[in-house]
């Protein structure tokens, strides 16, 4: 009988032992944001690093898509947006890009300390009034000026922002053109 069940139970302990590293210290980053997606920003490049600027993760998500059709976007609201970061130990900093045609357009940065076990939250907003401005190593822009990066990032900001109709272009036009394409 045991030999029957011995596979098994090695099994068993393989899948609870890698249930049990799934659940290890994790950053939970909410990014937030008042920017029109796609005609400000299109794109988030979300970057982990430690206090010497050494990345431990970088990733790329576009924020819409376009339809076959050549139509409007089809997911107006892309932001909020959350991610779980599990790539790091110690004191780290969360960078969170915006990006535009590939091109950075904003830039939010958050200090952290990474759990030893459990979970961190941290929020970032990218917002209209921070297009465009550059901040030194260390600072963010808040308000559309440069302050210095928070532990935590700025827990209530989401609270309080409005995502812009993503189909409207900064001078008043339209991401849509006349005939309902891009």
Do not use: H, K
Not at 35 to 61: C, I
Not at 150 to 171: A, H, Y
């Amino acid at each position: 009988m045991l030999r029957f069940w011995g596979p098994y139970a090695i099994g068993l302990g393989l899948i609870v032992l890698g249930a049990g590293c799934l659940s290890g210290p994790a950053v939970s980053v909410e990014v937030c944001g008042d920017v029109a997606v796609p005609t400000e920003v299109d794109t988030l490049r979300l970057s982990l690093s430690d206090e010497n600027g050494v990345e431990s993760y970088s990733g790329v998500f576009d924020l819409y898509e376009f339809p076959a059709d050549g139509g409007c976007p089809l997911d107006p609201e892309a932001l909020p947006q959350s991610f779980d970061l599990r790539e790091g130990a110690g004191r780290m900093w969360v960078t969170v890009q915006g990006l535009r045609d590939q091109i950075e357009v904003t830039r939010v940065e958050a200090r952290i300390e990474f759990p030893v076990r459990g979970s961190t939250d941290v929020t970032v907003a990218l917002t209209s009034d921070c297009l465009g401005v550059s901040c030194a190593f260390g600072q963010t822009c808040v308000a559309g000026l440069c302050e210095i990066a928070q532990f935590g990032g700025t827990p209530n900001v989401c609270e309080t922002l409005q995502p812009r109709d993503p189909t409207t272009l900064p001078d008043g036009g339209s991401a849509c053109g006349t005939d309902g394409g891009p």
